[in-house]
T-cell receptor
Framework: QKEVEQNSGPLSVPEGAIASLNCTYS??????FFWYRQYSGKSPELIMS????GDKEDGRFTAQLNKASQYVSLLIRDSQPSDSATYLC????????????FGSGTRLQVQP | NAGVTQTPKFQVLKTGQSMTLQCAQD?????MYWYRQDPGMGLRLIYY???????DKGEVPNGYNVSRLNKREFSLRLESAAPSQTSVYFC????????????FGPGTRLTVT
């Protein structure tokens, strides 16, 4: 079992819809969870971090964390074509010392 | 404020050649990391440095060495490149006060023939 799992996609949504991206993790002691956006040929860009159960909103983005179910999700409201990218879920790893374990990413396509 | 910078952007090596990838950050971060990214594999940690003067192995350290030259700079060396090391290499850094939030450089695309 991978430590951090994501559906590779592509997830295709129409412009203006809500995109829902999901991630599960295996290490129950993980405390920090992140979503990175990566455009093709570019580096990962941090867009959301969440540390406690519940929802965290930032503009059109909402991160949701459920530690009991070992599940973290990212909702993108009013999706735009510019949101088309690969979204990486990251979790603090067993090695500690601020190292992260990344999922392989979900590719999102927003159709105009 | 350039953030995290990496050089070179692209490199082609022949099998057995050596090279050093350079990384520097101007955010006064204590921790720095090297990752590689391969299609379908996500980002995998090669080495990291929790603070100046310390380095530790990550998930895939074989074939690589690192040097934390000072607080700003963290280099990755391939002593004898192999085709399996063809990848995109990213350097990242993080601060002590914001746990695990890492910021990435633009990457180096390396091809070993």
């Amino acid at each position: 079992q991978k430590e951090v799992e994501q559906n590779s996609g592509p997830l295709s949504v129409p412009e203006g819809a809500i995109a829902s991206l999901n991630c599960t993790y295996s290490d129950r002691v993980s405390q920090s969870f992140f979503w990175y956006r990566q455009y093709s040929g570019k580096s990962p860009e941090l867009i959301m971090s969440i540390y406690s159960n519940g929802d965290k909103e930032d503009g059109r983005f909402t991160a949701q964390l459920n530690k009991a179910s070992q599940y973290v999700s990212l909702l993108i409201r009013d999706s735009q074509p510019s949101d088309s990218a690969t979204y990486l879920c990251a979790v603090n790893s067993r090695t500690g010392r601020r190292a992260l374990t990344f999922g392989s990413g979900t590719r999102l396509q927003v159709q105009p | 404020n350039a953030g995290v910078t990496q050089t070179p952007k692209f490199q082609v090596l022949k099998t057995g050649q050596s090279m050093t990838l350079q990384c520097a950050q101007d955010m006064n971060h204590n921790s720095m990391y090297w990752y590689r990214q391969d299609p379908g594999m996500g980002l995998r940690l090669i080495y990291y440095s929790a603070s100046e003067g310390t380095t530790d192995k990550g998930e895939v350290p074989n074939g690589y060495n690192v040097s934390r030259l000072n607080k700003r700079e963290f280099s990755l060396r391939l002593e004898s490149a192999a085709p399996s090391q063809t990848s995109v290499y990213f350097c990242a850094s993080s601060e002590v006060g914001t746990p695990y939030e890492q910021y990435f450089g633009p990457g180096t695309r390396l091809t070993v023939t």
